[in-house]
């Protein structure tokens, strides 16, 4: 069974500060895909990036970076000099590469406020 | 516009009744999932069609049925709603049979409150 901890319920800074949330997942399969989103206060939910099991490549995207390692088996993501426009909460999630099943497990989400 | 149109955005009906919820999935995706967003449960998978047939079930209540039609939109019944039914339902698309290599694109959602 899959499984997405983000043990980070709320986490609070001040606009400027770099922030990283946490995310630890739970596989038994060798192939697999994880993914992080956002939802901002307006409530839809985007997709931000994904990266596959093969790849342990750090990625960054502007002021976004993501760190994922196999042998923690995290996927932890850094948002650098954080803005008030980057408050939402975020989701990490994993998808395991099952024929039969393309759904993703949500881990809880961390809520990031950031303060002017 | 994510490209996932779902509807209404919003519903209040009361307890015992039955919704449909519909989406139609961004243009050139063949799967449509279904997910329920609720305070105490986070974002719950119910159901996964591809082009037309079930792919892969979740936590879906016997009073919850979906399907996908040939024009590949999807519809979520609610039947016998209870109080704790009320969430925020999501529909999204992929491209792929799996979500491999695919990240989701969701559409805005639909808010159920069951009074």
């Known amino acids: 069974a899959q499984k997405v901890t983000q043990a980070q319920t709320e986490i609070s800074v001040v606009e400027k500060e770099d922030v990283t949330l946490d995310c630890v997942y739970e596989?038994?399969?060798?192939?697999?895909?994880l993914f992080w989103y956002k939802q901002p206060p307006s409530g839809e939910l985007v997709f931000l990036i994904r990266r596959n099991s093969f790849d342990e490549q750090n990625e960054i995207s502007g002021r976004y970076s993501w760190n994922f390692q196999k042998s923690t088996s995290s996927f932890n993501f850094t948002i650098t000099a954080s803005q008030v426009v980057d408050s939402a909460v975020y989701f990490c999630a994993l998808s395991e590469a099952d024929t039969n099943a393309g759904k993703s497990t949500f881990g809880d989400g961390t809520t990031l406020t950031v303060k002017p | 516009d994510s490209g996932v149109t779902q509807t209404p955005k919003h519903l209040i009906t009361a307890t015992g009744q039955r919704v449909t919820l519909r989406c139609s999935p961004r243009?050139?995706?063949?799967?449509v999932y279904w997910y329920q967003q609720s305070l105490d449960q986070g974002l719950q998978f119910l159901i996964q069609y591809y082009n037309g047939e079930e792919r892969a079930k979740g936590n879906i209540l016997e009073r919850f049925s979906a399907q996908q039609f040939p024009d590949l939109h999807s519809e979520l019944n609610l039947s016998s709603l209870e109080l704790g039914d009320s969430a925020l339902y999501f529909c999204a698309s992929s491209g792929g049979q799996g979500a491999r290599g695919y990240g989701y694109t969701f559409g805005s959602g639909t808010r159920l409150t069951v009074v």
């Open positions: 243009s050139g995706d063949l799967s």
């Open positions: 596989t038994r399969d060798t192939t697999y895909y």
